[in-house]
């Protein structure tokens, strides 16, 4: 824990306690060295109804070409064959001009799909907003890790930089000499 309030006062700028929920989980998965990256569409779907599965399925359908195209050949057919049988047997026809029971039917596939179109809709606005929230964290996660980075960076180029040289100009050195030594001895 100690390390976790540390990493956010330094780099976050406050005590631990004080930060948003995001903000501590970035926290925990930085001073655990932990990934924080996971397919948010997998975690997500695993945990809706069957009621739910069933709107976007509904939508999925009723938003594509294939509904749209059934939808007029359907009114094209109830239409034809409702103009057909009045024009040929009279008024035995099932659904005489205007067509009051092609009107019915058509209002309630509009009563019942708008509200199911909705659900979808609210449920992948629910699902934008964890997508949303989840690169949020990643983000910060990213951030705070070029952070540490650089910090590392900077303590390497302000002292051990000069060691490292030191110890290369050392290694070079014995080199020498022991090139020496063969080129003497041969």
């Known amino acids: 824990m100690k390390k976790t309030d540390d990493i956010a006062r330094q780099y976050l700028g406050r005590p631990y306690e004080s930060l948003d929920e995001q903000s501590q989980k970035v926290a925990r998965h930085i001073a655990g060295r932990q990934h924080i990256a996971k397919n948010t569409a997998l975690a997500f779907d695993e945990a809706i109804s069957v009621g739910q599965r069933a709107a976007d399925a509904v939508a999925r359908f009723g938003g594509s070409w294939t509904f749209?195209?059934?939808?007029?050949?359907?009114?094209?057919?109830?239409?034809?064959?409702?103009?057909?049988?009045?024009?040929?047997?009279?008024?035995?026809?099932?659904?005489?001009?205007?067509?009051?029971l092609l009107n019915l039917f058509l209002s309630m596939l509009a009563a019942i799909q708008a509200p199911i179109m909705l659900m979808s809709q609210n449920r992948q606005s629910e699902k934008d907003r964890y997508n949303a929230e989840h690169d949020y964290e990643v983000n910060l996660k990213a951030e705070l890790?070029?952070?540490?980075?650089?910090?590392?960076?900077?303590?390497?180029?302000?002292?051990?930089?000069?060691?490292?040289?030191?110890?290369?100009?050392?290694?070079?050195?014995?080199?020498?000499?022991?090139?020496e030594k063969r080129g003497g001895a041969a």
């Open 145 to 179: 890790e070029i952070m540490l980075l650089h910090e590392k960076i900077d303590l390497l180029r302000e002292g051990q930089w000069g060691e490292l040289l030191a110890i290369q100009k050392e290694q070079l050195r014995l080199l020498g000499c022991l090139i």
């Open 68 to 100: 749209i195209i059934l939808f007029a050949v359907v009114l094209v057919c109830w239409v034809g064959l409702n103009s057909y049988l009045l024009a040929n047997i009279g008024k035995h026809s099932f659904d005489p001009y205007p067509y009051i």
